[in-house]
Every structure is written in structure tokens, then in C-alpha cells.
């Protein structure tokens, strides 16, 4: 009783294709699969930027950085 059968999954797919459709269902899983496609092309990117910046930066062991700081004044 906990548990659903295959026959109850197929009633409930069967109901949804014919509430909604196939066109729409297709839609639906096209714009599902661009929207994962552009995440893991994302993803895909900051790492690439992330390690091209780390290839950049050479590692400055015992370096000293010359410079000068000033002080920002508020703005009123």
C-alpha cells in the first residue's frame, strides 16, 4: 500500500499526456534541456576563467609589492 505500482505510474503519465498534451509536453522537455545545457555551460565557463586567471598569476613567493594607499573621504 506504501508503495505505487507500474500500472499506477502509467494511469498518471496517461492523465498528464492528456491534460497537457504532447506538443506542450515536448516543449516543456525541450526548454527543460536548453535551460540544463546553458547551466552546465555556465558552470562550464567560470572554471575556465578560474583557471585561465590562476595560469595568469604567477606565484610571487618572497616579491614585494610597491605602492601607494589613499584614503577614501566620505561622501556626504
Not at 64 to 72: N, Q
Request: glycine fraction near 10%; charge should be positive.
Amino acid at each position: 500500500m506504501g508503495s505505487l505500482s507500474i500500472w499506477h505510474w502509467l494511469i498518471v503519465l496517461l492523465v498528464i499526456i492528456l491534460i497537457f498534451g504532447t506538443k506542450k509536453l515536448r516543449n516543456l522537455g525541450t526548454d527543460l534541456g536548453t535551460a540544463v545545457k546553458g547551466f552546465k555551460d555556465g558552470m562550464k565557463s567560470e572554471e575556465e576563467k578560474s583557471a585561465q586567471a590562476k595560469a595568469e598569476i604567477p606565484p610571487s613567493t618572497g616579491q614585494t609589492i610597491e605602492g601607494e594607499a589613499k584614503k577614501e573621504t566620505p561622501k556626504a
